[in-house]
């Protein structure tokens, strides 16, 4: 099975600009949770989407969003960017189960803004 | 909110060495998970262990849930090792949890 896949890689945008990164899980897997990782900060969770339906919500501003498609894909946006929000980006994707899930994160978007 | 500590902060180890990390969780978790974050920035999937002991080679991890602790050993490291382990953590539907990690170095 092909891991999960993120993209662009690599971004570069000025501030007040807007980005969307996107993410395909793993075949099959229904949930797509993205994390922001910063040097200062560490990992931290943006949200989490399930069946197309945003099941939970870390404690970031509105200018970030997301969506998830019926194919499982997921898009996030950031409106409005600021030079705080230069962070690599990751995406997980994880298979639900009666006894818990594992999650397995692609290789990151990471976003520099200047 | 569920609280995740790990220790130690940093490790530098000779190649060949074995290492000992520890996560500390604050409440009960039904799902706990240890990943390896290469320089890359890739997370590496370890272990799925939210109890008992399993092991991958030469790493093994062990998970006392009623104590609110895991532990990762790494035996006769090698370079490739080398990067920040973490430990992540899931309370009952909420979201995963992340501790600050542990940056590993092996020297040749």
């Known amino acids: 099975k092909a891991g999960v896949t993120q993209t662009p890689r690599y971004l570069i945008k000025t501030r007040g600009q807007q980005v969307t990164l996107s993410c395909s899980p793993i075949?099959?897997?229904?949930?797509v949770s993205w994390y922001q990782q910063t040097p200062g900060q560490g990992l931290q969770f943006l949200f989490e989407y399930f069946s197309e339906t945003q099941r939970n919500k870390g404690n970031f501003p509105g200018r970030f969003s997301g969506r998830q498609f019926s194919n499982s894909r997921s898009e996030m946006n950031v409106s409005t960017l600021e030079l705080g929000d230069s962070a690599l980006y990751l995406c997980?994707?994880?298979?639900?189960?009666?006894?818990?899930?594992?999650?397995?994160f692609g290789p990151g978007t990471r976003l520099t803004v200047l | 909110g569920i609280q995740v500590e790990q220790s130690p902060p940093d490790l530098i180890l000779q190649e060949g060495a074995n290492s000992t990390l520890r996560c500390n969780f604050s409440?009960?978790?039904?799902?706990l998970q240890w990943f390896h974050q290469n320089p890359w920035g890739q997370l590496i999937n370890l272990f799925y262990?939210?109890?008992g002991t399993k092991q991958n080679g030469r790493l093994s991890a062990t998970t006392v849930a009623t104590e609110r602790y895991s532990l990762l050993y790494i035996s006769s490291s090698q370079t490739t090792d080398s990067g920040v382990y973490f430990c992540?953590?899931?309370?009952?539907?909420?979201?995963?949890?992340f501790g600050p990690g542990t940056r590993l170095s092996v020297l040749p």
């Open positions: 409440d009960s978790v039904n799902n």
């Open positions: 992540a953590v899931e309370n009952y539907g909420q979201n995963f949890v």
């Open positions: 075949s099959g897997h229904r949930s």
């Open positions: 262990i939210p109890s």
């Open positions: 997980a994707s994880s298979l639900e189960g009666t006894s818990g899930r594992s999650m397995f």
